[in-house]
Structures are given as structure tokens and as C-alpha cells.
């Protein structure tokens, strides 16, 4: 917990906020690039990525089993509003109900914010496996100590991503398919994650949340695209 409420405290800072604020000028550079800057806080690296003039978003360094990418924290807009991704909202609620905090963020909706936990780096580096482990099994059921699993549930996988309880549930078609937990009320599967018969690992969103990632694909908050 502590190095998110770390990542709350930088996002919310006067200092990165007055860097974020420069980015919207048409004018901004800093060595050579007019869309990002390195910023260094509470010994952590982060970097301004400014993907498009509406937003800028506040990012560090992670890595998975796929590689290196950038995770955002949240994002500014024009307005100078702080946007939190829900990963860390409770961070941010801890530090405000202490009162170490006294400013107010902006936050996303349920679909939005399932959206970015369906398109994340976690999300595609478990699919990606389970789509190995498929061309590598099949069907065939398997034996997890005493219980037999039958091949069409063996890859189901149950996570927790962006705040939220997730699944991975694999379609009779032979691919997974992201869906949020029952509790939250999202019915459709989001995103599908398929091998074309090029062997290339595909990601697609679902009709009805199509327009939802194209807008925050346009904003770099997926991840599963951030790779370095």
C-alpha cells in the first residue's frame, strides 16, 4: 500500500501538476520531445506522457511476463482536473480520510474502468499463457490434485485487476474472454483474446464497448498496448 499512496501523493503534488500544466502548451519541449518529461519523486521515476492534447497521464515503469510498458496512475485534463484510475482509489480514500490529502479527484465510471482492467498488461499476459496452454493441452480434461477439471473449464481463470474481481472464461470457439465478476453487473464479456491462423495474439473489444476503447485506447490508458 505504501508505494501507492506514494503514487497519490506525486499525482496530486503541485509540483508535477505545474509540469502536466506546461505540457498543454503548444509551445512545451523538453529534451527534444513535446510529449513526455521524466519526473523523479519519493525515489520513484515517473514519466508525463502526453498522448493527445486532451490529456496527460502520470506513469511509471512495470513489467510482466510479456516485457516492459508503461502503467498510468491517472491522468490530467486542460481543466487541470486529476483523474484516478480505480486501481488506486483506495489509496487515495485512505490518505484523504487521514486527511494527509485534501484534494479532490475525478473518477471514472464502472464501464470505464472496466475497460482499462480488460485491456491491461495483466489481462493479456494471463490470456496470452492460457492461449499457450491450450494449443498445448486442447480439450483434454485435467487433474488438479483429487478433481477432475473438464477441458472446457480447465482454462477459466479468476484475477483481480484495476481494483475489480475478473475472469478469464474460455468460449467454445478455443479463446478467453474477459468478463467483470458477477457482483459489479456488467453482463458482456469485454474483450476476446484470439491466435489468428497466423499464429499473432489478437485483442478485440466487444461491440458493446467498442467506442469506450477506442477513447482510451486514444488516451494511452491500455495497457496491453503499452509495451516498450
Not at 202 to 216: A, G, Q
Request: include cysteine; proline fraction near 4%; charge should be negative.
Amino acid at each position: 500500500m505504501k508505494i501507492k499512496e506514494d503514487f497519490i501523493k506525486a499525482i496530486l503534488s503541485k509540483e508535477i501538476r505545474n509540469y502536466a500544466r506546461e505540457m498543454f502548451n503548444s509551445d512545451f519541449e523538453y529534451n527534444g520531445n513535446k510529449d513526455k518529461m521524466p519526473v523523479d519523486m519519493f525515489d520513484i521515476s515517473f514519466r508525463l506522457f502526453k498522448p493527445n492534447a486532451t490529456n496527460v497521464n502520470l506513469e511509471f515503469l512495470a513489467v510482466s511476463p510479456q516485457g516492459k510498458y508503461f502503467q498510468p496512475i491517472g491522468f490530467y485534463d486542460k481543466e487541470d482536473n486529476v483523474f484516478i484510475l480505480n486501481e488506486f482509489l483506495d489509496s487515495y480514500n485512505e490518505l484523504f480520510s487521514l486527511g494527509q490529502i485534501q484534494e479532490n479527484v475525478k473518477k471514472l465510471d464502472l464501464k470505464t474502468n472496466a475497460v482499462i482492467a480488460s485491456f491491461s498488461m495483466t489481462t493479456a499476459s494471463l490470456a496470452f499463457q492460457t492461449l499457450q496452454d491450450f494449443k498445448n493441452n486442447g480439450w483434454n480434461d485435467e487433474i488438479r490434485g483429487s478433481v477432475n477439471i473438464p477441458g472446457y473449464m480447465r482454462y477459466d481463470k479468476k484475477f483481480k485487476n484495476n481494483g475489480f474481481n475478473c475472469n478469464l472464461l474460455f468460449s467454445n470457439n478455443g479463446y478467453p474472454q474477459f468478463y467483470l465478476d458477477d457482483e459489479y453487473g456488467l453482463e458482456d464479456a469485454i474483450g476476446a483474446y484470439i491466435e489468428n491462423e497466423n499464429g499473432r495474439f489478437m485483442i478485440h473489444p466487444t461491440t458493446p464497448y467498442k467506442n469506450s476503447f477506442d477513447i482510451l485506447n486514444h488516451m494511452s490508458l491500455l495497457t496491453a498496448f503499452k509495451k516498450i
